[in-house]
Nanobody
Framework: VQLQASGGGLVQAGGTLRLSCAAS????????LGWFRQAPGKEREFVGA????????YYTDSVKGRFTVSRDNAENTVYVQMNSLKPEDTAVYYC?????????????????????WGQGTLVTVSS
């Protein structure tokens, strides 16, 4: 599956952004989808993920209660709504797709389980 992320930009601390990731292909609902981010000089880290049907979601602790991952299988799109943004959320955000089971809290955050990646979109949060 090919992925195209969009929606990044510059926002003040406390602000909101919604990132989108559009996918090609007719088997979108069979993929688990994840969001990862990479800040300058740091490794790419897990942000959140959602199962193929959308019934399970997992988040890293630092974004729980602020970020929400959702998907629209009819539109082949996954979203992450980001509220109460902080300067430490500044990073390039990547969407990723993977067909792996089981989809659980531990497996959802493993980068190598996702075989397809989007190009990334930059989010900058100013203080």
């Amino acid at each position: 599956v090919q992925l195209q992320a969009s929606g990044g930009g510059l926002v003040q601390a406390g602000g909101t952004l919604r990132l989108s990731c559009a996918a090609s292909g007719r088997t979108f609902s069979t993929y688990n989808l994840g969001w990862f981010r990479q800040a300058p000089g740091k490794e790419r880290e897990f942000v959140g993920a959602i199962s193929g049907s959308g019934d399970r979601k997992y988040y890293t602790d630092s974004v729980k209660g602020r970020f929400t991952v959702s998907r629209d299988n009819a539109e082949n799109t996954v979203y992450v709504q980001m509220n109460s943004l902080k300067p430490e959320d500044t990073a390039v955000y990547y969407c990723a797709a993977g067909r792996f089971t089981p989809f659980q809290a531990m497996s959802a955050r493993v980068r190598s389980f996702y075989g397809d990646w989007g190009q990334g979109t930059l989010v900058t949060v100013s203080s």
